[in-house]
């Protein structure tokens, strides 16, 4: 793993960001691995900000997850989130930008297709991922299998207590999310975790130091041969 060491949460997203545009200049199709929370706020922002350079229409992005229950109207739902952040925003075309369905009727099938369209995008070439501070990537809580698909998974309560801010209350929260599983996040060829504050330096820590275990599913990126960790000092500080 190589760790890019930053001052701030702004220059992790700019940094991040000219990684990110550059696969875009430089590969015929790129796919992109998206993920969403507090993170990778600030690169959208700032891929917004070069948006008027570089052209989206020949991109395709794959959202790591989505809660169950929530259509793409409700402020909380990460299509939305999406949406709001990044998508209205930028020129790429409507079904290029994928997210798990999570009002979708047949939940089962919703995953299965969702693994079947990463498949023949060509498989994702650059993951952003955060990190949980139980060490969840996408939504696999601990205990998640290695050898995980896209899958319905039950939250934590740790993860509906840490994503309660962006809701009315503990009770709004779903219970339940679709996620690409970790098979599926290791199948990407390039992986960007980023990582910010330092009430993430242990998580971080464990997973860069720790033994690598289903109990703590992001340390499965030790085994990734491609994963670069863009981190400013205070998530470091526990290294
Ligand atoms: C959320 C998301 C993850 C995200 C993580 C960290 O629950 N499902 O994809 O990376 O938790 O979120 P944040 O960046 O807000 O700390």
Redesign the pocket.
């Known amino acids: 793993m190589e760790i890019i060491s930053v001052n701030s949460y702004e220059e992790m997203s700019e940094k991040t960001c000219s990684m990110v545009l550059n696969k875009i200049k430089h590969l015929q199709n790129p796919v992109l691995g998206l993920?969403?929370?507090?993170?990778?706020?600030g690169l959208y922002h700032r891929i917004i900000d070069e948006a008027d350079d570089v052209s989206f229409r020949h991109v395709s992005t794959f959202n790591?997850?989505e809660y169950v229950g929530l259509n793409k109207e409700d402020p909380n739902s990460?299509q939305y989130y999406m949406n709001d952040k990044l998508f209205k925003h930028i020129d790429i075309p409507d079904e290029n930008a994928h997210l798990p369905n999570g009002v979708a009727v047949d939940l089962e099938k919703e995953c299965h297709d969702y693994e079947r369209f990463i498949r023949e995008a060509g498989h994702v070439d650059i993951q952003i991922?955060?990190?949980?501070?139980n060490g969840?990537?996408?939504?696999n809580e601990p205990g998640t299998s290695f050898s995980s698909r896209t899958h319905v998974v039950d939250?934590d309560e740790s993860?509906r207590n840490?994503?309660a801010r962006f809701f009315g209350s503990i009770d709004e929260v779903p219970t339940k999310?679709i996620?690409m599983g970790i098979e599926t996040i290791m199948e990407s060829k390039e992986i960007l975790l980023?990582v910010?504050?330092e009430?993430?330096a242990e998580a971080l820590a464990r997973l860069v130091n720790g033994e690598v275990t289903e109990s703590f599913p992001a340390s499965i990126l030790q085994q990734h041969e491609h994963v670069t960790i863009i981190a400013d000092e205070a998530a470091l500080s526990k290294l």
């Not at 993920?35 to 706020?41: D, K, L, M, V």
């Not at 991922?129 to 501070?133: A, E, K």
């Not at 969840?136 to 939504?139: A, D, R």
Request: net charge negative; hydrophobic share 40%; aromatic share 6%.
């Open positions: 993920a969403t929370g507090s993170t990778p706020e790591l997850d990460y991922l955060g990190l949980g501070l969840h990537i996408g939504f939250l993860t840490a994503n999310a996620t980023l910010s504050g009430a993430k």
